[in-house]
């Protein structure tokens, strides 16, 4: 029996010191609001532990007084009053002790709620996020209409340059949750709301919706790429073209089967007829390191699996199955890992 | 006695839930029905055998999913953009009783993938069967041509606008005879 105690007890010692590596972790901060939020979390975790350890031994100690107690039943009880006197002080100081503890806690959440909410730059660099079922839609405004880009599940920013993103959702509630960057914000149809971050180390970091949407929530994941500012502005730029036309032969078969099939229903492919806004842009697609949102990894096989039978992939996600034929599926993907 | 009733009382209850069939989901489709619709035939003559039916839509006109995927898909694939939501405009409405090219599925499936004169663009194969279907069910919902059971209660868009569940049925035939039929405005 002991032995199992002190097994849970390692076992638990190795989860925490599991925490703080992970590129999905509030404990592993890239960014000074995370940083107040790991803090908050510390703090929240000692206070915890401290009083759980205290309560622990008190529970203890009337235990064994009260095993004691049996074995001396003949011995007379003392003066009633004394411990009446006694008792009332003892939950005196326990209720002051913990409208106090509850005090600091509370003027900690506020200070960190407020810093959480307070970074701001006259020249952030905005982003716009956009939750579908399930997927995120990311657009890089800009006030000439050619230079804005639309991407899909992944927020490429540069380091250390304040962030604000504007978000909303397309159909029901979604919430933005890059633990090591930001807490959660909730993505409400027809509301926008703009969340600010900073990201301070390079980096790819993971989140993931946070607020249930529906069958497939939990394949509904993106990733924040941190790189250097110049590193960032060359992406951004590559970005903003239009898809190459294709050059080798099975390439121009396959965007002619993309432009005559039931693909361009759904997708926009810049620089070509497909125009449709409701599934990800797909006019860098090749430039993206996964596909349904974090589902799957962007390689030609998986692509192929994808649009053949996605929903033996991701069940009840919107992209129908495509029965093409072998040669125009492999032209297909031809095309599509063309698009860099 | 009472071991006895909880037990009927759960029977009954699984019977119910057993009979929820309009609610049912299949994501994965059979292969030929995710084939992209092709043209359907509209001649009476045909050489040798007639063509292979096709499949039966009534299985989507029963089904809520079927419909309320219909309802998202009509958005999707812009229909709203000429018939707006059934009131019409750019295209003829179709919460009404007139039909000019029938109120039966496959007509109406005819006009999807074939496409119509004066401006019905043509789907073939930009669409997949089992949606053009589900676009037919959502269609015939608008003038209230399914049961109330099966049609969308509500809509997701901020729009204010009648249920389909809500709408009256429309009967073609009955109120607008063939000879009292007016002239389409184009």
Same mark, same amino acid.
């Given at each position: 029996m002991r032995n199992a105690y002190w097994s849970l007890a390692g076992a638990l010692l190795l989860i925490l010191t599991a925490c703080g590596h992970g590129n999905q972790d509030a404990l592993n901060v890239a960014g000074i609001q995370a940083q107040r939020i790991e803090r908050l979390w510390w703090l929240l975790f000692?206070?915890?532990?401290?009083?759980?350890?205290?309560?622990?031994?008190?529970?203890?100690?009337?235990? *064994?007084?009260?095993?004691?107690?049996?074995?001396?039943?003949?011995?007379?009880?003392?003066?009633?009053?004394?411990?009446?006197?006694?008792?009332?002080?003892?939950?005196?100081i326990a209720v002051a002790l913990t409208v106090l503890i509850l005090f600091v806690l509370l003027v900690a959440g506020i200070s960190a709620g407020k810093a959480l909410g307070s970074l701001q730059s006259n020249n952030p660099i905005t982003v716009e996020v956009i939750g579908h079922q399930w997927w995120w839609?990311?657009?890089?405004?800009?006030?000439?209409?050619?230079? %804005?880009? %639309? &991407?899909?599940?992944?927020?490429?920013?540069?380091?250390?340059?304040?962030?604000?993103?504007?978000?909303?959702?397309?159909?029901?509630?979604?919430?933005?949750?890059?633990?090591? %960057?930001?807490?959660?914000?909730?993505?409400?149809?027809?509301?926008?709301? =703009?969340?600010?971050?900073?990201?301070?180390?390079?980096?790819?970091?993971?989140?993931?919706?946070?607020?249930?949407?529906?069958?497939?929530?939990?394949?509904?994941?993106?990733?924040?790429? =941190?790189?250097?500012?110049?590193?960032?502005?060359?992406?951004?730029?590559?970005?903003?073209?239009?898809?190459?036309?294709?050059?080798?032969?099975? =390439?121009?078969?396959?965007?002619?089967?993309?432009?005559?099939?039931?693909?361009?229903?759904?997708?926009?492919?810049?620089?070509?007829?497909?125009? *449709?806004?409701?599934?990800?842009?797909?006019?860098?697609?090749?430039?993206?390191?996964?596909?349904?949102?974090? &589902?799957?990894?962007?390689?030609?096989g998986y692509l192929a699996g994808w649009i053949a039978d996605s929903q033996h992939i991701k069940p009840g996600n919107h992209m129908p199955p495509n029965t093409l034929p072998s040669d125009d599926l492999q032209a297909l993907l031809a095309y599509l890992e063309g698009l860099q | 006695m009472r071991l006895a009733q909880m037990l009927s009382l759960i029977s009954v209850l699984s019977l119910i839930t057993a009979g929820c069939q309009r609610e049912r989901r299949d994501f994965v489709q059979a292969p030929d029905m995710s084939n992209a619709a092709q043209a359907t035939s509209v001649s009476e003559l045909h050489p040798a055998n007639l063509p292979a039916p096709k499949p039966v839509s009534?299985?989507?006109?029963?089904?809520?999913?079927?419909?309320?995927?219909?309802?998202?898909?009509?958005?999707?694939?812009?229909?709203?953009?000429?018939?707006?939501?059934?009131?019409?405009?750019?295209?003829?409405?179709?919460?009404?009783?007139?039909?000019?090219y029938g109120d039966a599925p496959q007509n109406i499936y005819a006009s999807i993938v074939e496409g119509r004169p004066n401006g019905m663009p043509s789907f073939a194969g930009k669409i997949p069967e089992y949606q053009v279907w589900q676009l037919v069910a959502y269609v015939r919902s608008m003038s209230g041509q399914l049961p109330k059971d099966v049609s969308p209660g509500r809509g997701d868009s901020m729009m204010a606008k009648q249920p389909e569940s809500s709408i009256p049925t429309e009967h073609p035939s009955k109120e607008h005879p063939a000879d009292l039929k007016p002239e389409h405005p184009r």
């Open positions: 000692w206070v915890s532990l401290v009083i759980f350890v205290v309560v622990m031994a008190f529970l203890g100690g009337s235990f *064994s007084r009260a095993h004691g107690a049996e074995l001396l039943a003949e011995r007379p009880a003392p003066e009633e009053e004394a411990s009446e006197r006694g008792l009332r002080s003892g939950v005196l839609e990311i657009h890089y405004p800009d006030p000439v209409p050619g230079n %804005i880009v %639309i &991407t899909a599940n992944e927020i490429h920013v540069p380091v250390g340059t304040p962030i604000v993103l504007n978000s909303t959702s397309q159909d029901v509630i979604h919430s933005f949750w890059a633990p090591n %960057i930001q807490g959660k914000r909730d993505l409400i149809p027809g509301h926008n709301t =703009a969340i600010w971050f900073q990201v301070d180390r390079e980096g790819v970091y993971r989140g993931q919706c946070a607020e249930f949407c529906g069958h497939q929530h939990a394949h509904m994941a993106f990733l924040v790429i =941190a790189e250097l500012p110049a590193k960032f502005q060359q992406w951004l730029q590559h970005q903003r073209n239009s898809a190459a036309p294709p050059m080798e032969s099975a =390439a121009k078969r396959g965007q002619e089967v993309f432009l005559s099939s039931t693909c361009v229903m759904c997708h926009t492919i810049r620089g070509t007829s497909a125009g *449709s806004k409701n599934g990800p842009d797909l006019t860098h697609i090749a430039s993206r390191g996964t596909i349904a949102a974090g &589902t799957i990894p962007n390689t030609p | 009534s299985t989507y006109s029963e089904s809520a999913y079927d419909v309320n995927e219909g309802k998202r898909l009509f958005d999707w694939y812009n229909c709203s953009g000429c018939h707006f939501h059934g009131g019409g405009g750019i295209g003829p409405p179709l919460m009404d009783a007139e039909w000019l």
